[in-house]
Nanobody, 121 residues
Framework: QVQLAESGGGLVQAGGSLTLSCAASGRTFSSYVVGWVRQAPGKEREFVSGISWSAGSTIYAEYVKGRFTISRDIGENTVYLQMNSLKPEDTAVYYC??????????????WGQGTQVTVSS
């Protein structure tokens, strides 16, 4: 059974930093992308970032490019999202997700339970 366990969310002031972790277990992810999707109150889930598990190539949404960095530790089966220069509009529940190819909420194979990130102004 695949499990994605997120941690690292919390409350931070605007301009601050947080690092989210997603510990994955239950299968190998060599042909998958592992990444982060967020959902703010009253809004649809939106893509944040993804990393190809085997190649390590990364992709970012425009609204986080230059501020967020995604990385993975293959030995620990963990994906990280380093978030710097946080803004109030980054406030959301952040979900770890696993999919193949291009992200689409409909083609996500696995979801984590989510971790709350709140950025105060």
């Amino acid at each position: 059974q695949v499990q994605l366990a997120e941690s690292g969310g919390g409350l931070v002031q605007a301009g601050g930093s947080l690092t989210l972790s997603c510990a994955a277990s239950g299968r190998t992810f060599s042909s998958y992308v592992v990444g982060w999707v967020r959902q703010a109150p009253g809004k649809e889930r939106e893509f944040v970032s993804g990393i190809s598990w085997s190649a390590g190539s990364t992709i970012y949404a425009e609204y986080v490019k230059g501020r967020f960095t995604i990385s993975r530790d293959i030995g620990e089966n963990t994906v990280y999202l380093q978030m710097n220069s946080l803004k109030p509009e980054d406030t959301a529940v952040y979900y770890c997700a696993v999919w193949r190819g291009i992200y689409n909420s409909g083609n996500v194979n696995y979801w984590g339970q989510g971790t709350q990130v709140t950025v105060s102004s």
